[in-house]
Nanobody
Framework: QVQLVESGGGLVQPGGSLRLSCAASGSIFRVNAMGWYRQAPGKQRELVATITSGGSTNYADSVKGRFTISRDNAENTVYLQMNSLKPEDQAIYYC???????????????????WGQGTQVTVSS
């Protein structure tokens, strides 16, 4: 089992910044990909960003240039730095871990077996 715990969500004004953290624990030896997804009310869960064990990153077009995904291997933690936040970024953000995910499947939500409980990001003036 892999346990994921997100933190760092909260209320921020448009144009502001937040950094989300996802701490992974448990049987993480097979994890080769981590991702951030988000879900707003009435919408499907959507990809935000992914990072592989090799450090490759990918981003949704809607956040490219504003968000940065990174990892700290020593702490088994992945981060999502969110800058220039917009009201449309408001959602519950979920951390996800995939086991032996192939390159072509990194952006697919069903590639991720383990999910955190989510952290709320509210963007409002």
């Amino acid at each position: 089992q892999v346990q994921l715990v997100e933190s760092g969500g909260g209320l921020v004004q448009p144009g502001g910044s937040l950094r989300l953290s996802c701490a992974a624990s448990g049987s993480i030896f097979r994890v080769n990909a981590m991702g951030w997804y988000r879900q707003a009310p009435g919408k499907q869960r959507e990809l935000v960003a992914t990072i592989t064990s090799g450090g490759s990153t990918n981003y949704a077009d809607s956040v490219k240039g504003r968000f940065t995904i990174s990892r700290d291997n020593a702490e088994n933690t992945v981060y999502l730095q969110m800058n220039s936040l917009k009201p449309e970024d408001q959602a519950i953000y979920y951390c996800a871990a995939g086991l032996l995910v192939v390159e072509r499947a990194l952006s697919r939500s069903n590639s991720y077996l383990y999910w955190g409980q989510g952290t709320q990001v509210t963007v409002s003036s």
